[in-house]
């Protein structure tokens, strides 16, 4: 694989460990594009998944965060995200040792198809309807897609939790009525980090807005 090659890919085949597809040109239709291409070294196992994966972490994530651009506020507000693939059995019985990286748009029930190639994907405004981050479901469990799908909520901005300890329920509740409220008007949804994202370093909020399409 190389770096610039568009996938047109569906939900279950970008679910898939391996693509055994051919690429297509990114000048078409396409929902996924390759953006890091990794040497797996020799002393890793193409069969453990677990190093394989971490591989990917230490790698395509950075590279993800440049292709996409903008900061990590401006990111979470978007809806980029990227799959990883394997050789398939084939091409690692022909002695293929690398892993494929590429951008997607996350959808729900189809998936999208990705605006045209730039560097960084993200400009200097506000991510256009496709690239948007919104959410659907019920307040049991929402799932973020493309604000170009059926969609309840969008996100309209960030803020980022205080102190060492993971506030309790209660009060991450208070935190977000007070900011989420300033941030996306008086309906609005806010998505927490989890514990352990927020022990890791991680502790945005994302607040959203009602928004039915």
Known sequence: PEVGEGHRLDLTAQAA???GTKPVSCERNHTSRTFSVIDVPKGTKMSDLEALSELVD??????????VG???AKRLLAIYSYIWFAPTEAQIEDGARFLRCDLIIVGNKRAV???????????????????????????SGYRALSCSQRHEFRAA?????KGKKYPSSARLQRIANRRCT??????WLAIPPSPESFANGFKFVICAAANKR
Request: some cysteine; aromatic content about 6%.
């Open 157 to 161: 901005g960030t803020f980022k939790l």
């Open 70 to 72: 903008g900061s990590t």
């Open 182 to 187: 300033t941030i996306a008007g008086p309906q």
């Open 58 to 67: 230490q790698k395509c994530t950075p590279a993800w965060n440049r292709t």
């Open 17 to 19: 460990l391996a693509d």
């Open 113 to 139: 198809s990705l605006p045209d190639a730039r560097q960084p994907q993200l400009g200097k405004g506000s991510p256009s309807t496709v690239e948007a981050r919104c959410f659907t479901g019920k307040r």
